[in-house]
């Protein structure tokens, strides 16, 4: 076998997953192709990115822990900040950006690197400094610079757009790449995907090693801690996806549990639920070519017919469905796009609108299930106080609910059962590896002897 080409961009050692610069040199590649067959892109034209900047903490000389702007990421996997780059349409040759940085960064932050060394880390065709960049943009004569301008569909927020010092004086595009780019985030290469498959393996394991270890009398960050121990020890993993979501008996019912005001910190009684959620049974039956929409009024089905087997819901089960029942118990959308960000890009294009219903204005995807695409399935019931009464107050609804039963769950909490899938042409790959069923759980916990599943990783060239 020959050796490959790239050396990795990002390896921590021992077992972790060694990613190469051929992933992002392919990202690279399908955006100029994407690009010359996208009307208003002529010849001549050059994307440029700009990455994230170092922050401090408010008004202090603190650092903020650095995470690299996540377009940017895609293109180039550079992990340093306060960086552009460009790239040549036509020709694919890629240029990055890189600070001239002071001498004084010798001293409090290490060694000064060459551009030589950027150069053959990012594998990259040219490397220059910041500085330089709109006269190094003017050598390569462009006839229009393709910047980045497009709306969040999760957040509502605008990326930010490239900017320098000149660049006033260059034909500018911002309405073009930003679809382009998406749809080649939204679509994972195998190199992607294998990256997906390690993250998800790693925090499976982490998962598992929680349930080995969660007592009554601990504290809920406790077992924040200690997933966040076994991501970094054992997968090099400095970032989580998000905050930790580590609520167990009623704050399991918070969907976004663990933010500032609620920082999981419940002391973890005997009996209580447990909704720990970090990353990282429809999943069978989502494949290529079916609408996500449809998929989330699956499981709202399901959920209802379930909880009338229980005696919450009483009633015809297609009356329930149209004073959406289901959203009362499940307020939150099936599933999202999973990539770079948690909640991944893609999800709404221009032309797919958000459905306005209760439950269904949640949901992160609105468009039909594509092969390659990584998606969350992740069906949930809560028994959310204010939800509850709204529904009791609601005459179209409380007709539905027999109040005696219902009132035994209240408190309860609740619980998500989340899955991670890449989806396939005949079907899915799942990426998560957690006992969910009853026998799974009580056969993995009565096993003390049982080892946690192997990490493994493969070098992708």
């Not at 301008?149 to 660049?167: H, K, L, M, V, Y």
Request: with cysteine; aromatic share 8%.
């Amino acid at each position: 076998m020959s050796p490959c080409p790239f050396r990795p961009v990002c390896w921590l050692g021992n077992d972790t997953l060694r990613v190469t610069a051929a992933l992002f040199a392919e990202n690279r590649r399908r955006l100029c192709k994407g690009l010359k067959t996208t009307d208003g892109v002529g010849s001549k034209s050059v994307v440029v990115l700009q990455g994230g900047e170092q922050q401090q903490r408010y008004c202090t000389d603190t650092d903020v822990l650095f995470r690299q702007e996540s377009f940017f990421h895609w293109a180039f996997g550079v992990s340093e900040a306060d960086c552009y780059g460009a790239i040549d349409v036509d020709s694919g040759k890629s240029i990055l950006f890189v600070p001239k940085l002071p001498e004084s960064y010798a001293t409090w932050m290490g060694e000064i690197y060459p551009k030589e060394h950027f150069k053959e880390k990012y594998a990259v065709d040219e490397v220059q400094h910041t500085c330089d960049i709109a006269d190094v943009l003017s050598n390569l004569k462009p006839a229009l610079l393709l910047t980045l301008r497009g709306q969040n569909t999760d957040s509502g927020s605008i990326c930010r757009e490239a900017s320098f010092e000149g660049i006033s004086n260059f034909q500018v595009n911002n309405i073009l790449l930003h679809p382009v780019i998406v749809e080649c985030r939204l679509i994972k290469t195998d190199m992607e995907l294998e990256v997906l498959r390690y993250t998800n393996r790693i925090s499976s394991e982490a998962h598992k090693m929680i349930m080995k270890h969660v007592k009554p009398g601990q504290q809920e960050y406790e077992m924040e801690s200690l997933f966040q121990h076994y991501c970094y020890t054992k997968g090099g993993m400095r970032h989580t996806s998000y905050t930790c979501i580590c609520g167990t008996g009623n704050n399991s019912s918070v969907l976004h549990y663990g933010h500032a005001g609620a920082p999981n910190d419940k002391t973890i009684l005997d009996g209580d639920m447990w909704q720990y959620q970090l990353i990282a049974d429809l999943s069978s039956v989502s494949a290529e070519g079916v609408k996500w929409p449809d998929m989330h009024r699956l499981a709202d089905r399901v959920h209802v017919e379930e909880l009338v087997k229980i005696g919450i819901l009483k009633g015809s089960l297609e009356d329930m469905m149209k004073v959406h029942m289901g959203s009362v118990f499940m307020p939150h959308g099936l599933g999202h796009l999973l990539g770079i960000d948690v909640h991944d890009v893609g999800g709404y294009p221009e032309g797919v609108e958000r459905i306005n219903e209760p439950g269904l204005r949640s949901l992160r995807m609105g468009r039909l299930v594509q092969e390659r695409m990584v998606l969350t399935v992740e069906p949930g019931i809560y028994f959310i106080n204010h939800l509850l009464d709204q529904a009791l107050a609601n005459p179209a609804q409380s007709c539905f609910i027999n109040n005696q039963v219902l009132a035994r769950f209240r408190g309860f909490g609740g619980v998500r059962v989340e899955e991670n899938m890449a989806v396939t042409a005949d079907g899915i790959e799942l990426l998560t590896s957690v006992p969910r069923t009853v026998e799974e759980i009580e056969a993995f916990m009565s096993d003390s002897a049982k080892p946690l599943g192997a990490v493994t990783s493969r070098e992708k060239c």
